[in-house]
């Protein structure tokens, strides 16, 4: 069955009483798994979620989990529903949109407290950032900034940024700075605050 076409491993993957519903699925995952696992791996880096670097491959083995999850309940819905199966580039593309829900979904769900962070939570964040071999620098960091009298928010915005390794979108969907903060005006902070640090000879970096 190596050799067999997409519509005929589509519709035997997706028949579990055919003969070949088994030997269709060896073969499924042999030719995509790895592009399966790829696609999964490069949507988790672009979460860029500091609390994600401690069980990345974890996460990622899930993810990949979840997604066969996706293709075969309800009777494989998920492949039946791909609606044009002599375009091996087009089901590419499909395999594709199903790694990037399935792990947009995984975020959300598991690792939500570090996307979606209420005000008062935030600190806690910021908090867990200090408790690391890297402790000393934190603190000199944070009294540097405050002895500039930058404020609490912006000094925040800086560590989520720099230190926790949180990119644009994630800062600009956080309830604290929620249509408070433009793109540019993240730019123009951070690189402030690099200004001030390096005056110092601290670069803001773990």
Same mark, same amino acid.
């Given at each position: !069955? ?9 519709? $035997?993957?997706?028949?579990?009483? &055919? ?26 880096? *672009? ?14 083995? *899930? ?5 066969? $999850? ?36 995984? !975020? ?22 200090? *408790? ?14 405050? &002895? ?5 928010? *912006? ?17 600009? &969907? ?33």
């Amino acid at each position: !069955m190596d050799d067999f076409k997409l519509p005929v491993l589509l519709k $035997n993957c997706c028949d579990r009483y &055919s003969l070949q519903h088994q030997a269709a699925w060896f073969v499924f995952m042999k030719r995509y798994k790895e592009f399966i696992y790829y696609n999964v791996t490069i949507r988790c880096k *672009d979460w860029n979620i500091a609390r994600l670097n401690f069980q990345f491959n974890e996460v990622v083995n *899930d993810v990949v989990g979840s997604v066969i $999850n996706i293709l075969c309940e309800n009777d494989f819905r998920a492949l039946k529903n791909f609606r044009n199966p002599e375009n091996e580039k087009q089901f590419h593309w499909y395999l594709i949109t199903i790694c990037h829900h399935a792990t947009a979904r995984y !975020m959300k769900k598991y690792l939500k407290r570090y996307i979606e962070l209420d005000p008062e939570e935030m600190h806690e964040t910021i908090n867990e950032m200090a *408790d690391d071999s890297s402790g000393q620098l934190y603190e000199s960091i944070v009294a540097t900034l405050r &002895s500039h009298g930058k404020k609490e928010r *912006d000094i925040n915005l800086f560590l989520l940024s720099v230190w926790g390794r949180f990119d644009k979108k994630m800062l600009l &969907s956080l309830p604290g700075y929620r249509g408070k903060i433009t793109s540019k005006m993240i730019d123009n902070s951070v690189y402030r605050m690099r200004e001030i640090l390096r005056e110092y000879g601290i670069d803001g970096e773990i």
